[in-house]
């Protein structure tokens, strides 16, 4: 067997998640766990939390209906709304909640026949100019809302911020402001907060909450990462050196021989590449922990391994422990050599890693 794998710390998400409730007392907390729970495995994520989140949050219908074929019961946000009319019945007889950001899905709801009221809610533009309705918009839809039988008389309303992880930008208290004053002048719950603002801006705490990325352990903040504490990473990135080879100085290592070795050194061969996830544009010097030490990167990340130099690194062998990020080299880190944000790595994991879940 490979010895790559990434093990899921379960408890570690439990207790993430209790710190995202103890920041925001006043709110309930969806946990979002779209994208195979950001690399971790939505069904095992959603078990462990079941009987303290009061709902989950995916994209799209396919993850939720992955939810509810594993037997999970509690309702599932779809966070992008219905793709087609003939999801509407269904998500409504499942449990599933709708997000509306458009005209076409309000038509797709009147259109609908369930024999349950699906729950609503309305996503509002704010600032972040990706998906949602203008103040107008949604003022119309809203009502049409309330006048359909097959929907709930409560909608939630919801917008998306686009700077929280940056606390001194003031568009936050902008898009709060507005979407605030949308949902008192219609007497509606409000759902504002991602991990960031759970973390840093109490203003736009509101009775939903939705943390994602700080439910699995690190820091939203790729400037602050300080923050994070009480966070633990619940995935640690485990690979194996399968191959040591010294080096004499001039000679180089992997494809297009950017690392070249200036004395002699001892050059490791480690078991996963960007066919796992791991990113090929990290850079030599991107941090490695081998027996536990901080090893560098060198050459470029083939598909299914990558080099380290381990001439610091004394007692290396073959079989040797690698760890590629977790809970003693922070995903931010890598992240951030390789010029890209945790988030993408976790949720870049492919499928052939092995998750070991604890
Ligand atoms: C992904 C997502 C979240 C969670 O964001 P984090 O930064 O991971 O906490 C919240 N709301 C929406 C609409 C999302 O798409």
Redesign the pocket.
């Known amino acids: 067997m490979r010895p790559t794998s990434a093990t899921i710390r379960l408890k570690a998400i439990r207790d993430n998640y209790r710190v995202a409730c103890s920041l925001a007392p006043g709110s309930s907390n969806i946990a979002?766990i779209?994208a195979n729970a950001y690399g971790h495995g939505a069904v095992e994520v959603a078990t462990v939390l079941q009987d303290e989140a009061p709902a989950f949050a995916v994209a799209f219908f396919e993850e939720a209906v992955q939810l509810r074929d594993a037997g999970i019961e509690k309702p599932v946000l779809l966070?992008q709304g219905s793709m087609e009319a003939d999801e509407v019945a269904e998500a409504a007889d499942r449990g599933f909640w709708l997000m509306v950001h458009k005209q076409i899905q309000l038509d797709q709801l009147c259109a609908a026949k369930s024999d349950h009221p699906v729950r609503v809610w309305l996503k509002l533009e704010t600032g972040m100019h990706r998906l949602g309705l203008d103040v107008q918009e949604a003022e119309r839809i809203l009502e049409r809302l309330l006048s359909l039988e097959n929907v709930c008389s409560e909608v939630v309303i919801c917008t998306?911020l686009a700077c929280a992880d940056d606390p001194e930008n003031p568009v936050t208290n902008q898009q709060v402001n507005r979407i605030r004053t949308f949902a008192e002048r219609h007497r509606m719950p409000l759902s504002i907060a991602?991990?960031?603002a759970i973390m840093t801006a109490p203003e736009s705490h509101a009775q939903w909450n939705?943390?994602?990325?700080?439910l699995y352990g690190n820091s939203?903040f790729a400037k602050m990462q300080s923050v994070g504490d009480g966070l633990r990473p619940a995935m640690t990135m485990r690979s194996q050196l399968i191959g040591i080879q010294e080096l004499s100085p001039g000679e180089s290592v992997g494809y297009g021989h950017v690392w070249t070795s200036e004395g002699r050194s001892r050059i490791g061969t480690v078991a996963i590449g960007y066919g796992d996830g791991y990113p090929r544009h990290a850079p030599n010097g991107t941090p490695v922990l081998v027996n536990g030490r901080r090893a560098p990167l060198v050459g470029r990340v083939s598909m299914d391994m990558l080099s380290v130099d381990l001439t610091a690194i004394e007692g290396a062998q073959l079989g040797g422990e690698v760890e590629l990020w977790g809970e003693n080299l922070s995903v931010n880190e890598v992240a951030s050599f390789a010029g890209t944000s945790g988030y993408e790595l976790l949720a870049g994991l492919t499928g052939r890693v092995p998750l070991v879940h604890q």
């Open positions: 979002v779209k966070l998306q991602n991990s960031a939705r943390p994602g990325y700080m939203p």
